[in-house]
């Protein structure tokens, strides 16, 4: 079945920092690949998005890019904030937002002062 | 805010028990989300309501049930408490399905 694999950390920067959090998919057909952020105490949010190869998702100053060759959607940004703290998903569905996501372990970002 | 409400907010029970969890969409949604975010299984999805209907199905115990009532809201009913049961349950409501979802601030059960 579909999977995604994330790597887990907890991930530790300083602010302004650069980020990176890789993420890598396995599906059976092709996927629109989602990226959500839960911050402390509260539900998910959708950060990102990209539905076919080559697209690149943007909010925030986060990006990701579609990358069909390598399988992977990594999230980047060029310089976190303290505010940024908080746990991060990547996530796929085969029909757009459909109703059977598959959602990666989490990845926690710590970013200190 | 994501307009997605959920009660309670804790819940404390014994194994063996039944818990109802209420989940009130955002206006105007008619589709619900249940979802299960444990330490050992990580963020699935349960069961998904489109205007009433149950649509699809998800890794769903059969000791959980769930419904969406006429009014809109959902409730996602537990039974036979097991300690592994301990875990967030998220609501999600979206305009449709293929939309996207938007999450309520979840559930906390813990089962004692």
């Known amino acids: 079945g579909d999977s995604v694999t994330q790597m887990e950390g907890p991930v530790t920067l300083s602010e302004e920092a650069f980020l990176t959090i890789n993420c890598t998919y396995t599906?059976?057909?092709?996927?629109?690949l989602f990226w959500y952020v839960q911050y402390p105490g509260e539900g998910l949010q959708l950060l990102l998005k990209?539905?076919?190869?080559?697209d690149k998702g943007s909010n925030k100053g986060f990006e990701a890019t579609y990358r069909k060759e390598t399988t992977s959607f990594h999230l980047e940004k060029g310089s976190v904030q303290v505010s940024d703290s908080a746990v991060y998903f990547c996530?796929?569905?085969?029909?757009?937002?459909?109703?059977?996501?598959?959602f990666g372990p989490g990845t926690r970002l710590s970013v200190l002062p | 805010d994501s307009g997605v409400t959920q009660t309670p907010k804790h819940l404390i029970t014994a194994t063996g028990q039944r818990v109802t969890l209420r989940c009130s969409p955002r206006?105007?949604?008619?589709?619900v989300y249940w979802y299960q975010q444990s330490l050992d299984q990580g963020l699935q999805f349960l069961i998904q309501?489109?205007?009433?209907?149950?649509?699809a199905k998800g890794n769903i115990l059969e000791r959980f049930s769930a419904q969406q009532f006429p009014d809109l809201h959902s409730e996602l009913n537990l039974s036979s408490l097991e300690l592994g049961d301990s875990a967030l349950y998220f609501c999600?409501?979206?305009?449709?399905?293929?939309?996207?979802?938007?999450f309520g601030p979840g559930t906390r059960l813990t089962v004692t």
């Open positions: 999600a409501s979206s305009v449709a399905p293929l939309y996207e979802q938007y």
């Open positions: 990209a539905t076919k190869a080559d």
């Open positions: 996530a796929l569905s085969e029909d757009n937002y459909g109703q059977n996501f598959v």
């Open positions: 206006s105007g949604d008619l589709s």
């Open positions: 309501y489109y205007n009433g209907e149950e649509r």
């Open positions: 599906a059976t057909g092709y996927p629109s």
